[in-house]
């Protein structure tokens, strides 16, 4: 024993503790701050062991218990190609934890530690859409779903698949006094039902397996989407009774539904045919393939694309590229085809946000609209994401990517020589009217240059300059800015995520930290564009990619207010007729400003910041990015114009 435990152990405590009343307590105080000088290091002063009964580990069981339900749940897990599982720790799935820890030596899965079931989740999300496959999350009953069910709706509204456990303990007379109470359900899932694609609560083991592929494969069925399972605590934790019976079904992936041969028929005859052809699209890409066949089907057309963005559909630079140039293009269209389209009514109409809210048509009457989508395939009523209704003159059922190579071929066979001719004239047209466009964003992105705070547009270019000759992934955007798909050359699938699907803020910093692991793997260099009001909705994100050494630079756009909702505000002021003067109530991050910068390395992250003039921000990204390709995660902090 130290002489230090003896002191304060047996008699010597007991006289400390009896000859200690409240004023000679306060007395004792001046005494022992002065006796003990402050560590020169605090941040590495090591406590000494708690050695409270409570912590040391309990007795051996007297079962002698050597498997568990838990142990075959893993096995099920790894057939289904499962690299992660995202979790905040807690006991209702503390038999499928210990099992993935010491059963399967934490190998696939290997377990992602967040602070928060928000951010596993989100982390799935941006996963799954880089690596185009699930990561599987697991969280604490009806608590830790609550506490997940924004990241959940998000993945929802972004048709992306997530593959969501929680622990649960079903039998009422099985549950301990208490907590065990509040954190069960009859039927947890009723939670989130509603924007979950597919949803089980398995009664044994057998039952376990079949659900948890058929999850899979329900997740991964385009239109994809989250599913859930809650799984029983005695079923992770028990003693598997009869383990030669149970069986683990194959997987087999759904081949992707391709549109009907007749309808891709009409569609290439009315498209072919057409003066002015308009591609718009938006969740058309789910693969690398998608990008390459939908160029070349706009180059066999020489038509006009617009990308919506909600995947890395269309090169940024390539010359049919008309995306900001969407009015001018529908405006003149005399067939549209809307691939894998959400708001498809949006994308052709103009809303106007005013006293009375109005919409107005931006293509012609006489425009022919074809869609081509998963969307009509699977819908539900309650959380009206899917947009308001736009009329079609044919619309074809059917995954676009993989409808994508017979909609072309058609066109091909419908080509000749004369409408080739007039193809190469039309796309003439349209690559100069790209290079006028991309002109001029770069002359735009000049005003204010040398401003404090920074432009959006001088940080977007002096990213850009850091890691134009890497090979990068723009992982997030947070407040989805427009300057990087107007000055940066986006020519490869993983050039950029997508964005959140249901605009909850707190998506960006952990999904774009899910997309960075992804990229791990493949040697690319993340980057993320950082808003700083989300950020603040999930911080512990930048100590899960500190913990898990993920490589990706946080950009942090802090603008000190939720800027768009400042906006909003000053309209409604002035509409009513009132001041502007008080929007920033409620509104503005501010008094005090946040250090983030110094909350990110106190997560372990290398940051730097806040930096306001622009002469120092090049230098700074520079050095983040030294980090980041040395494999941790850095954060720039730049306080910048409000958009």
């Known amino acids: 024993m130290s002489d230090h435990s003896r002191d304060l152990s047996g008699a010597g405590r007991r006289n400390f503790l009896k000859g200690v009343t409240l004023t000679g307590a306060a007395a004792l105080t001046p005494a022992v701050v002065a006796q003990t000088p402050p560590p020169k290091n605090p941040a590495r002063v090591v406590p000494l062991p708690n050695l409270a009964v409570e912590t040391l580990p309990p007795p051996a069981d007297p079962s002698n218990q050597t498997s568990s339900g838990g142990d075959f749940m893993v096995d099920v897990l790894k057939t289904l190609d499962i690299d992660y599982l995202a979790m905040n720790c807690a006991s209702s799935f503390r038999g499928l934890h210990e099992a993935v820890i010491n059963y399967a030596k934490n190998v696939k899965p290997e377990i992602l ?248 048509a931006i293509f012609k009457p006489d425009a022919k609209i074809i869609t081509l989508g998963s969307r009509d395939l699977y819908l539900k009523s309650n959380y009206q994401d899917f947009g308001r209704y736009a009329e079609a003159d044919l619309a074809i059922a059917g995954d676009g990517e993989a409808s994508l190579p017979a909609l072309t071929e058609q066109i091909k066979r419908l080509v000749n020589a004369g409408r080739k001719s007039a193809f190469e004239a039309r796309g003439k047209k349209l690559a100069e009217a790209h290079l006028a466009t991309r002109e001029r964003a770069k002359s735009d992105a000049t005003i204010g240059w040398d401003a404090s705070p920074i432009t959006t547009a001088r940080m977007c270019a002096e990213i850009y300059s850091q890691i134009k000759d890497e090979d990068w992934s723009l992982v997030g955007n947070g407040i989805n800015i427009a300057w990087p798909r107007r000055l940066w050359n986006m020519d490869k699938p993983y050039r950029w995520n997508g964005v959140s699907g249901g605009a909850g803020i707190g998506y960006n910093a952990p999904a774009s930290a899910g997309a960075a692991l992804a990229n791990k793997r493949h040697g690319r260099l993340s980057v993320t564009i950082q808003g700083d009001g989300d950020l603040m909705f999930a911080p512990g994100t930048l100590w899960t990619a500190a913990h898990h050494h993920i490589p990706i630079l946080y950009v942090l756009l802090n603008n000190r207010a939720y800027h768009q909702e400042l906006m909003y505000m000053q309209a409604m002021a002035a509409r009513h007729g009132r001041s502007v003067e008080n929007s920033h109530i409620g509104i503005t991050i501010t008094d005090p400003n946040i250090d983030y910068a110094t909350v990110a390395k106190g997560f372990g992250v290398y940051a730097e910041g806040p930096i306001t003039d622009p002469k120092n921000l090049g230098p700074a990204l520079k050095r983040a990015v030294a980090v980041v390709k040395r494999g941790e995660p850095a954060l720039v902090d730049v306080v910048t114009d409000p958009r």
């Open 113 to 360: 530690t967040c602070t928060h079931e928000e951010i596993a989740v989100a982390m799935g999300q941006g996963y799954a859409k880089i690596e185009g496959k699930p990561m599987a999350m697991i969280c604490h009953g009806t608590v830790g779903l609550q506490h997940a069910s924004m990241a959940m709706y998000n993945a929802w509204c972004d048709r992306v698949p997530v593959y969501v456990m929680i622990g649960n303990i079903i039998e009422a007379d099985k549950r301990a006094p208490g907590v065990e109470w509040v954190h069960s359900a009859i039927d947890p899932a009723a939670l989130v039902r509603d924007f979950v694609k597919w949803d089980d609560q398995p009664a044994s083991l057998q039952h376990f397996a079949e659900s948890a592929v058929r999850a899979y494969k329900v997740a991964m069925t385009p239109p994809m989407g989250p599913v859930l399972l809650s799984l029983d605590a005695e079923l992770q934790e028990n003693p598997i009774p009869d383990r030669e019976r149970l069986r683990i079904p194959k997987f087999a992936k759904v081949t992707p539904p391709v549109g009907d041969p007749g309808a891709l028929a009409e569609a290439a005859k009315m498209l072919a045919a057409a003066q002015n052809p308009v591609l718009i699209c938006d969740r058309l890409a789910r693969t690398p393939a998608g990008m390459a066949r939908l160029v070349e089907l706009a180059e066999t057309l020489q038509c006009a694309v617009v990308d919506q963005g909600g995947r890395m559909n269309f090169p940024s630079r390539h010359p049919l590229n008309q995306t900001f140039r969407r009015a001018a293009v529908v405006g003149e269209a005399d067939v549209i085809l809307a691939i894998e389209m959400n708001d498809l009514y949006g994308a052709v109409n103009s809303f106007s946000d005013r006293i009375v809210r109005a919409t107005r």
